[in-house]
């Protein structure tokens, strides 16, 4: 799937890629918050010891950074993509629409949803944009 980056979304995209070494697949700009897609395995390299490579990156470009790590399979994107909220099951139905049905324990709701749903928002942008699901819902 070809996924359509803007202008802004690329300058990001190379400016990460400078200060951490690692080259995001995606990015989301979402007012003050950026969303990197990092290639399967990337994370850690990304993070860097006790988070200073991502806080480097978000001093240098004046966002805070959330990231995401790419999964082979829509199920184990859309958990991945709902992080750090624990997930215990993810299924994709196909009747009319994709639909991840994601189980999440009721502590983690929260999170999952994130403030006024953005947490949500954004694993439903992700999941549309590189595994075709049309929605998540949470039971």
Same mark, same amino acid.
Do not use: W
């Given at each position: 799937?070809?996924?359509?980056?803007?202008?802004?979304?690329?300058?990001?995209?190379?400016r990460?890629?400078?200060?951490?070494?690692?080259?995001?697949?995606?990015?989301?700009?979402?007012?003050?918050?950026?969303?990197?897609?990092?290639?399967?395995?990337?994370?850690?390299?990304?993070?860097?010891?006790?988070?200073?490579?991502?806080?480097?990156?978000?001093?240098?470009?004046?966002?805070?950074?959330?990231?995401?790590?790419?999964?082979?399979?829509?199920?184990?994107?859309?958990?991945?993509?709902?992080a750090?909220?624990?997930?215990?099951?993810?299924?994709?139905?196909?009747?009319?629409?994709?639909?991840?049905?994601?189980?999440?324990?009721?502590?983690?709701?929260?999170?999952?949803?994130g403030?006024?749903? =953005?947490?949500?928002?954004?694993? =439903?942008?992700?999941?549309?944009?590189?595994?075709?699901?049309?929605?998540?819902?949470?039971?």
């Amino acid at each position: 799937m070809r996924v359509e980056l803007s202008d802004e979304a690329r300058r990001y995209i190379g400016r990460f890629d400078e200060l951490t070494g690692v080259a995001p697949k995606d990015c989301l700009v979402e007012g003050d918050r950026l969303v990197f897609l990092l290639p399967a395995g990337e994370m850690a390299a990304a993070i860097g010891q006790a988070g200073e490579t991502v806080e480097a990156a978000e001093r240098d470009l004046g966002k805070s950074i959330d990231l995401v790590e790419d999964a082979d399979t829509a199920e184990a994107f859309v958990a991945s993509a709902l992080a750090p909220a624990a997930v215990n099951a993810v299924t994709v139905s196909e009747q009319n629409d994709r639909v991840a049905y994601v189980e999440v324990p009721e502590p983690d709701r929260g999170v999952a949803i994130g403030a006024d749903g =953005r947490n949500i928002e954004t694993a =439903r942008t992700l999941a549309k944009r590189h595994h075709d699901v049309d929605d998540i819902q949470l039971t």
